[in-house]
C-alpha cells in the first residue's frame, strides 16, 4: 500500500475533517501526546474511499510546510468527481474543471484543483 503524508501547520484535525466530509469518509486514526486534545496531532489517517486513505500530522511551526503535493484519486464516474471537486474547492481554487482526458489517453477525464489547505488534486475517471 502507498499512502500520502501531509502536514499541516495546527489544522491537521480540521483538515481531515474536511476531507472525510468532502468525500464521504472518515477519520480512523488520531494520535495526540499523552491523548490530550488540545495538543497536536502527531499522526492520523482519513479513508477517503474504500480503498483509499491519507495519514498526516501537525508540523513544527518552525519548519516550513513543502511547497507542493499532488494527490491523485480515481473515480468511477464523472458525476462522482464533480460532487467531490465542488466541496474540496471551498475556500480553494478549481485549477481545470473536469475536462476529457487527450488523446491518446481518450478515455475520461478529470480535474485539478488548489485545496485551502494548500494541497493540489487530481480527481480522475
Do not use: Q
Amino acid at each position: 500500500m502507498v499512502m500520502p503524508y501531509l502536514h499541516f501547520n495546527g489544522n491537521c484535525e480540521e483538515a481531515f475533517n474536511f476531507y472525510a466530509e468532502c468525500f464521504g469518509g472518515k477519520i480512523t486514526f488520531i494520535s495526540r501526546p499523552d491523548n490530550d486534545p488540545s495538543k497536536p496531532i502527531m499522526h492520523a489517517t482519513v479513508m477517503l474511499t474504500e480503498t483509499g486513505s491519507i495519514s498526516g500530522s501537525d508540523s513544527d511551526p518552525h519548519e516550513p510546510l513543502p511547497e507542493k503535493y499532488e494527490i491523485l484519486v480515481l473515480f468511477k464516474t464523472r458525476e462522482e468527481v464533480e460532487k467531490v471537486l465542488a466541496k474540496l474547492a471551498v475556500g480553494g481554487t478549481i485549477i481545470m474543471p473536469f475536462a476529457p482526458h487527450p488523446p491518446p489517453d481518450d478515455a475520461g477525464g478529470g480535474a485539478y484543483l488548489k485545496d485551502k489547505y494548500g494541497y493540489f488534486w487530481m480527481l480522475c475517471t
